[in-house]
C-alpha cells in the first residue's frame, strides 16, 4: 500500500501540469479562426468565426481596427468570446464604438487570450 501511495504522489503532478502546458502551448491566434467581419448597419457589424483550437478557453479577445472609406484609422475596439469551444461556431453583431461611426470596413489586429494585451492595443 505504501508503494502505491508513493507512485500516484509521485506522478501526480504529472496529470495536473500537462493540460496547463498544452494549453499553453497552443497559439490561439492561429486556431480561432475570424472567417469574415462585415458591417451590417452605421453602428453595427457582424462577425463569422470559428474555433479550430483542441482546448478550451474562459475568453478570447479580438482586437480589431475600424476604418473609413478611405482607409483612415477612426480608432480601435475589442470583442470577446466567452467559453470558446473546440469546433464552435460564433456569429456575433457589435455595436461600434462612438468615434468610429462611419466606419466602412472593420480590420482584424490581433487574437489573444489575455484581457491586458487586448486593452492595451486600444
Known amino acids: 500500500m505504501r508503494h502505491l501511495t508513493k507512485l500516484f504522489l ?23 479562426v475570424v472567417h469574415e467581419m462585415s458591417k451590417s448597419e452605421d453602428v453595427r457589424y457582424l462577425v463569422d468565426a470559428v474555433s479550430h483550437c483542441a482546448h478550451e478557453y474562459d475568453a478570447v479577445y479580438v482586437a480589431v481596427t475600424f476604418l473609413d472609406g478611405t482607409g483612415r484609422n477612426l480608432g480601435e475596439g475589442v470583442w470577446p468570446v466567452y467559453w470558446l469551444r473546440p469546433g464552435r461556431r460564433e456569429f456575433h453583431e457589435f455595436s461600434v464604438p462612438r468615434h468610429a461611426f462611419g466606419f466602412e470596413r472593420v480590420v482584424l489586429r490581433r487574437i489573444t487570450t489575455d484581457y491586458a494585451e487586448a486593452l492595451a492595443l486600444r
Open 10 to 32: 509521485g506522478i501526480l503532478p504529472l496529470f495536473l501540469c500537462a493540460p496547463a502546458a498544452r494549453a499553453a502551448a497552443e497559439d490561439v491566434s492561429k486556431c480561432f
